[in-house]
Every structure is written in structure tokens, then in C-alpha cells.
């Protein structure tokens, strides 16, 4: 058995859900149980919180509510920006450009366009995992219909220059889509400044309920539509809505944009700590992403020495820490991270992957622990290492 009082560090692929957020949803899962679409008192109810719900959502992000469609989570935001767009537009050209560094929805969405033959250009990326706008600008020179680049990436927790880039993808014809899943709720996120005509968000990465995010879509902005059935969300995306989860979402992301300076500036502070610990007491180990811009709450590491990101994980959840690595086990082999590969590290190197990241939570103390238990770990693995190939 692991210990009793367990540390969670793995916010950035999902954070606990807020007691008020749970408390705002309760309604719409008992007793106002309507149908949005329908036109009786009971309906309408529901409607009302949904309309409230995307005007609060629009708020935070500098949107129109009209511009915001509601979905099952950030892959499907994602995949509703990248195909739908590219297929709205696709009597103006046939390229779509992404960074090399792009979450899988991201990829996936445009392997799947590449399918239907579709020109794709993946971006290569620099050692800190971010998009030079000069090597968009020349990519540019092609042309293209559409340019998807994160806000944050959920690996290494890089910040990538989203302004620039779609200034960039603008000037040459092309839509830019962000997938702001990692920034939305930790980083100021307001889709004028920015300059986007799509964006991408999931409730669950700042405290609101899975199975449930957004994508912020340009008004006048076409999409080609890709769940058929139905008239929901200006006929954009057929299906009943989530009633509660959504009232979830915009709670979440009012509580979370009211209080994210001094969250921010607090995460800063944990995430400062936590890398002078593992840097200064493990030999070997090495800070991957940007060194200072990047994601508040996120450091990742890599390890020499013959250190398994699998093994160390295990390790780390037997000593009571929950963590994740940038590698993923594909068909029970551990693959290296696509994201560490991009950034030009060595295969066996980018397998020792680990990302510690921070949320509402954790503290100094937890923080302490965890250099601890990382560095005991890692020390142990590598003498394991050490033993099998003497």
C-alpha cells in the first residue's frame, strides 16, 4: 500500500472540481432536468442557463456569445476547428499548417484532412519546444488555408508567440486556430488580443467537469459541420446539450479568470521551488521547455543515466505522488514523446520524461516532498540500471 496522505501533482491533465462549481450544476441534474430545445417552462429553464452560461463564457474570453459553441472537450474543439474549417474553406486552397509540438487531436485532425488530400506542414520547432514566426512567415509563402499553433504546450508547458504567428498566417490569407486547452484559467486569454478566429478549451483543466469544453468560432467564420442531427449551437453542433456540465464550465471559468493573478503569481512561486530542487539535488537531470515562458503551475524534466519515465512513475506512485510522464505506452511499448523528439532530444533520453504540475492544492511543504521522493527515485533507478548491465 502507498502512503496515506498522497500529492497530486498532475493538474495539467486534470484538476479536481470545485465544490462551487459542483453546487452550480446540481440544479440542472435533479430537479431542472429540461431540454434546452424544448419550448415548455421546463425547457426554457434550462435554456436560460444556457444562454447565461455562454454569455459568461464569451465575457471571459473577449467573444460574443454567439461565437461560442459548446462541445464534449478540447479534442473535440479541436477537431471541429481543424476539419470543419479546413473543409468549410477548401475551395480556397488545399495546405494546413501545424507545429510539430501540437497536442494529438491537433495531429490526428491533421493526418485525417491529409486523408482526404490535404497538403500538411508540420512546423519544426527550436531546444525550448516554440515556433519561430520567421519559419511560419516562409511556410507562409505556400499559402494556406489554416495555421493551428497552442497558446501553452501540455507537455513541457512552453508558451508560444500566438500573436505573431496569427498577424502571420492573417497576412497570407489563412484562418488561425489556437488550441488554448493548457492556458485558458492560468494566463489571460482574450481572443481580440490575440487576434484569432478560432480557440479551443476544456472545462476540466480548470476545475469545472469533464467531458465538457468550447471553441470560440469568428462571427461570419463558416464551419463544415461535423455531428449532423440536429439545430443545437446555431447548427453547428446537432446533439442535446450538456446543461449541466456547461453551467459547470462557465462557473469554473469565472471563479478561475476572478482569481488567476494571485493563482498565478502563487503557482510561480511552487513551480520556481520545485525546479531548484530536482535540478540542484538530482545529477542529471534536465529542465526541457522554455526557461521562463512557459505554463505557471508545469515543469518537466528528463533524466540521464538509463532512467525509464514508466519506471519512475511507478516509482513516484508507490511513494504517494501523482505524476505523468511525456512519454505515452502505445501497444504496451513506451514510445518517446513526439513533443521531446520535436525539441531535438534523443529518443532514449526523451523516455525518461517526467511532468510534475501544479494546481490549487499543493503546497511549499508538498513541494519539498516531492524533490524528495523524485530524487530518492531517480537514484534508485539508475542503481537498478547499473546492476543489470554490470
Do not use: W
Not at 298 to 304: C, I, N, P, R
Not at 364 to 382: D, F, G, M, Q
Amino acid at each position: 500500500m502507498g502512503p496515506a496522505v498522497r500529492i497530486y501533482m498532475d493538474h495539467a491533465a486534470t484538476t479536481p472540481l470545485r465544490p462551487d462549481v459542483l453546487e452550480a450544476m446540481e440544479p440542472y441534474l435533479t430537479e431542472a432536468y429540461g431540454n434546452a430545445s424544448s419550448f415548455h417552462a421546463e425547457g426554457q429553464r434550462a435554456r436560460h442557463a444556457l444562454d447565461e452560461a455562454r454569455a459568461t463564457t464569451a465575457r471571459v474570453l473577449g467573444a460574443e456569445p454567439a461565437e461560442i459553441v459548446f462541445t464534449s472537450g478540447g479534442s473535440e474543439a479541436n477537431t471541429m476547428a481543424l476539419v470543419g474549417a479546413a473543409l468549410a474553406r477548401r475551395g480556397g486552397g488545399d495546405r494546413v499548417v501545424v507545429s510539430s509540438v501540437e497536442h494529438p487531436s491537433v495531429l490526428e485532425s491533421a493526418q485525417f484532412l491529409a486523408r482526404l488530400g490535404f497538403r500538411v506542414t508540420e512546423l519544426p520547432v527550436d531546444r525550448a519546444g516554440q515556433v519561430d514566426p520567421e519559419v511560419l512567415a516562409a511556410a507562409m509563402r505556400e499559402g494556406a488555408v489554416l495555421v493551428s499553433v497552442q497558446v501553452a504546450n501540455n507537455e513541457v508547458g512552453t508558451l508560444q508567440p500566438v500573436e505573431e504567428l496569427c498577424r502571420l498566417a492573417h497576412e497570407a490569407g489563412a484562418l488561425f486556430h489556437t488550441d488554448a486547452v493548457q492556458a485558458v484559467g492560468l494566463l489571460p486569454v482574450d481572443v481580440n488580443r490575440i487576434g484569432c478566429d478560432l480557440l479551443s478549451l476544456s472545462a476540466h483543466k480548470f476545475q469545472g467537469p469533464k467531458g465538457v469544453g468550447a471553441l470560440y468560432v469568428r462571427k461570419g467564420l463558416e464551419l463544415e459541420r461535423l455531428v449532423h442531427g440536429g439545430g443545437q449551437e446555431r447548427s453547428r453542433r446537432a446533439g442535446t446539450e450538456n446543461v449541466a456540465a456547461i453551467v459547470g464550465l462557465a462557473r469554473a471559468l469565472e471563479l478561475a479568470a476572478a482569481a488567476r493573478e494571485g493563482h498565478t503569481r502563487r503557482l510561480e512561486a511552487l513551480r520556481d521551488r520545485l525546479v531548484r530542487g530536482i535540478l540542484g539535488r538530482v545529477e542529471g537531470a534536465r529542465l526541457t521547455g522554455h526557461p521562463s515562458r512557459r505554463l505557471p503551475g508545469l515543469a518537466s524534466f528528463v533524466f540521464e543515466g538509463g532512467v525509464e519515465g514508466e519506471s519512475l512513475l511507478v516509482r513516484l506512485d508507490m511513494d504517494g505522488v501523482a505524476a505523468s510522464s511525456g512519454s505515452a505506452c502505445t501497444s504496451g511499448s513506451l514510445e518517446p514523446s513526439h513533443v521531446l523528439l520535436a525539441c531535438g532530444f534523443p529518443a532514449d533520453l526523451a523516455r525518461s520524461a517526467l511532468r510534475l504540475s501544479l494546481g490549487p492544492p499543493n503546497t511549499e511543504a508538498e513541494v519539498e516532498r516531492v524533490v524528495e521522493v523524485v530524487t530518492r527515485a531517480v537514484e534508485r533507478l539508475r542503481r537498478a540500471r547499473a546492476a543489470e548491465t554490470a
